[in-house]
């Protein structure tokens, strides 16, 4: 966890460096900009890590490796792709839950999948794809990203 | 005033509730405490620089330019500016689909749109950074590397469904309505 923070801070003042060299102007709209992004999303951020604590709290970690484990196999997998392809949660939320389901005994497979359908796949959001696309564009679109996430979370359970 | 308690009293409830756990030893209220105020400082000591770098991004990138250069024509440097052009995107899966409007009425191809579509989901650079962040670099590469080709893979399977089948991305402005309703 430690040296891909660090990463991420070299990576950012390297490029804030760099922006700031050919550009000040844009530097500090793109910073004005950030702030206003981050001031948005912090009320949602910290509210979702509460509750994710509260319910960390309520499940032991047996239940979680029970259920979310490597012992889950395909029952884990596919129920983690329904709950992803129906939640409409932004990605970035469910990270710091995620990271802390893996520290609790998930395994890379499921979270993996959850993640993948989650981005994926929006069955919540159908009708309004639907409009934009026609409804079987937007029925066969889904499907086939249905079933590349659960490749995607197969894979990366392999892997990792 | 409101607006203020809509966005903070929930978590100013939580702050009275961790408080009162520890001013009366309530064990579970205590662990609940521990673990998010953990969560809390692993946030802190990434996120700032992410939205950071998000912030520069949009004052960098002129979308428009990607544009042009998706058509049918456009071969694999299509396909490649398709994948760069979603990365450097922000926001839910819905926001791409007004997206998706301009680049077809563009003419970008239907291949290239479904590519697009399929990375704007799954590789947005400030997405990205908080998954390095949380789940370690090794798992975005990993995710990354296999959903790429996969969404290629979409895209000409897209291309070759609808290829007979007068394929038509309808005016966001005209179904307003319901995204209003959203």
Not at chain 1, 26 to 36: P, S
Not at chain 2, 95 to 113: D, E, Q, T
Request: proline share 4%; aromatic share 16%; glycine share 8%.
């Amino acid at each position: 966890m430690l040296p891909n923070t660090i990463a991420l801070w070299i990576i950012g003042i390297l490029s804030l460096l760099l922006s700031y060299y050919f550009d000040k102007e844009k530097t500090k709209k793109g910073i004005k900009k950030g702030i206003k992004i981050f001031k948005g999303l912090f009320s949602p951020f910290v509210s979702i890590m509460i509750i994710a604590s509260l319910l960390l709290a309520l499940v032991s970690p047996e239940i979680i490796e029970q259920y979310l484990g490597r012992e889950s196999g395909f029952f884990g997998v596919i129920l983690s792709a329904f709950i992803g392809s129906i939640a409409l949660i932004p990605a970035f939320i469910v990270y710091p839950i995620a990271s802390e389901l893996l520290k609790r005994g998930a395994s890379y497979m499921v979270i993996a999948t959850f993640i993948t359908t989650l981005l994926m796949v929006g069955i919540i959001t159908f009708p309004l794809e639907s409009k934009y696309f026609g409804k079987k564009v937007a029925v066969v679109r889904n499907i086939l990203n249905f079933f590349a996430a659960i490749i995607i979370g197969i894979a990366i359970g392999a892997i990792l | 005033m409101r607006k203020y308690i809509k966005e903070y009293g929930f978590i100013c409830v939580f702050i009275l509730f961790a408080i009162f756990s520890y001013a009366y030893s309530y064990n579970f209220g205590i662990n609940v405490t521990k673990s998010f105020l953990y969560m809390f400082i692993e946030m802190i000591t990434f996120i700032p620089i992410v939205f950071i770098l998000v912030g520069l991004l949009d004052a960098w990138i002129p979308s428009q330019k990607f544009q042009k250069y998706m058509g049918p024509e456009s071969g694999i440097k299509g396909t490649l500016l398709s994948v760069i052009f979603s990365m450097f995107q922000a926001g839910p899966l819905y926001g791409a689909f007004p997206i998706v409007y301009i680049l077809y009425k563009k003419g970008a191809s239907i291949k290239n749109i479904f590519i697009f579509l399929g990375c704007f989901s799954a590789l947005k650079i400030p997405m990205l950074s908080i998954e390095i962040g949380y789940l370690g670099v090794e798992f975005t590469l990993a995710r990354t590397a296999i959903a790429v080709p996969l969404f290629i893979g979409i895209g000409y399977a897209m291309e070759y469904y609808l290829k007979d089948k007068n394929f038509k991305i309808t005016d966001p402005t005209e179904i307003k309505s319901l995204t209003d309703n959203i």
